[in-house]
């Protein structure tokens, strides 16, 4: 079984910056890729960004120059840099496990506001 625990999140002004992490528990050698999604009341959760056991990384196009996708595997870690933040990047983030059996595990999410 694989748990995630988010932190990081919070409010920031344009401009500024934050970095969310995602510590990975249980059966880590089953995930085959983690990610960010985010969601706001009453939309889909989008991808954000994922990056593969391999190394791998993908974004959206909304972020791309803006946020960074990392990994400290000796930590089961996952961050995500957030740099530049818009008020449009305001949002429920969540981690995200994909499975080689193809689940999908979430973390409980984190307000991420960006307001002056």
């Known amino acids: 079984q694989v748990q995630l625990v988010e932190s990081g999140g919070g409010l920031v002004q344009p401009g500024g910056s934050l970095r969310l992490s995602c510590a990975a528990s249980?059966?880590?050698?089953?995930?085959?890729?983690m990610g960010w999604y985010r969601q706001a009341p009453g939309k889909q959760r989008d991808l954000v960004a994922s990056?593969?056991?391999?190394?791998?990384?993908n974004y959206a196009d909304s972020v791309k120059g803006r946020f960074t996708i990392s990994r400290d595997n000796a930590r089961n870690t996952v961050y995500l840099q957030m740099n530049s933040l818009e008020p449009d990047d305001t949002d429920v983030y969540y981690c995200?496990?994909?499975?080689?059996?193809?689940?999908?595990?979430w973390g409980q999410g984190t307000q991420v506001t960006v307001s002056s």
């Open positions: 995200n496990a994909l499975l080689h059996n193809r689940a999908n595990v």
């Open positions: 249980g059966s880590i050698f089953s995930i085959y890729a």
């Open positions: 990056i593969t056991s391999g190394g791998s990384t």
